[in-house]
């Protein structure tokens, strides 16, 4: 990924409506100073003078208690440490509950050209928000060739090989009240282990749609914006397989599932042929998908229920059985 730095934190925060709130009060030569990892760091120690395990590469975050302490230091006239904070080329330093660092603290970012930022937002609410933006903006990323549209609020991820029919595929669910993530190109983020979060490569291309014959068509336009999402996490794999006759495709559910940066993804695989209705058979799939996060699995329950038709036919032979002469 290209450079992160602090005036794109500065940007994301707007786009994201302002989740930080930040404003730049000091230091604005240091704006461009770049952020390298998604940790952050409370000062509290290389304040008191213990800088073992001081982590220069992280954005410092200073509370209310280190505020206090700040000041504590400054009535004393001891400036050591705080000299040695904003000379370590850290990012930036954030104040929360709109602390305003003294005169010489401001004096001394300026002098080692350190952005001092400002937020309303009291520190443990603004560090879990600053860690979740963090853990998206680094989290590991690839880029597939796929359509992604969310069907029934479950969000499906459409592969399979150039021609095989998923952007008119993911037409037909659009025209049927679903919504479009990205055609052609889906980026992909894994977020804390946890989510595959799928979005457009490009925000203003993603909502576009290649169908040949037609070209270049506008999903917002054509549907409306309430057409299309600009992500979702990624809840099914759905792969379009070209049929081939000789090959013995699923018949019974089976639990199969696709693993992508390291996450694993409930799958299944659908042979395209003429004929086959495949925008109904993944609102099926999607709609199946949701019955196993409420618990409930069809093969299972069949599975069972056969078990039980034998158990009993069994019984009636043997009751049956008994009964003859």
């Given amino acids: 990924m290209k450079a992160f730095t602090i005036l794109d934190l500065l940007d994301l925060d707007l786009k994201e409506h302002n989740i930080l709130e930040l404003s730049c009060i000091a230091g604005r030569s240091g704006l461009s100073r770049k952020i390298t990892t998604n940790k952050i ?77 400002q937020t309303p937002l009291p520190s443990s609410d603004f560090s879990r928000h600053l860690y979740q933006l963090l853990d998206a903006v680094f989290a590991p990323t690839i880029t597939i060739h796929a359509v992604m549209v969310e069907v029934f609020g479950i969000g499906v991820l459409i592969t399979g090989d150039s021609g095989v029919g998923k952007s008119e595929t993911a037409l037909e669910l659009i025209e049927r009240g679903h919504r479009l993530i990205s055609d052609d190109t889906v980026k992909l983020r894994n977020i804390g282990d946890n989510h595959l979060i799928g979005s457009g490569e490009n925000p203003l291309l993603a909502h576009h749609m290649e169908i040949r014959g037609l070209g270049i068509i506008n999903v917002a336009h054509l549907f409306g914006v309430g057409a299309i999402r600009e992500r979702k996490q990624v809840q099914l794999v759905v792969k379009l397989d070209k049929w081939e006759s000789q090959k013995d495709y699923d018949r019974i559910g089976s639990a199969l599932e696709e693993t992508i940066l390291g996450i694993s993804i409930p799958m299944v695989e659908i042979p395209v042929k003429p004929g086959r209705n495949v925008p109904i ?45």
């Fill in 41 to 117: 760091s409370r000062p509290g120690l290389p304040l008191s003078g213990y800088f073992d395990e001081f982590s220069v590469e992280s954005i410092q975050v200073f509370g209310r208690g280190e505020q206090h302490f700040l000041a504590h230091l400054e009535v004393l006239g001891n400036y050591e440490a705080i000299e040695k904070i904003l000379s370590s080329n850290v990012p930036c330093c954030i104040f929360s509950d709109m602390g305003t660092p003294s005169a010489h603290f401001i004096k001394l970012a300026e002098e080692n050209s350190c952005a001092i930022l």
């Fill in 281 to 325: 058979l993944i609102e099926t799939a999607a709609r199946t998908e949701r019955l196993k996060k409420l618990g409930y699995y069809s093969s299972k329950d069949f599975d069972q229920t056969v078990v039980h038709w034998l158990e009993s036919q069994t019984a009636r032979s043997v009751y049956y059985d008994e009964e003859k002469p």
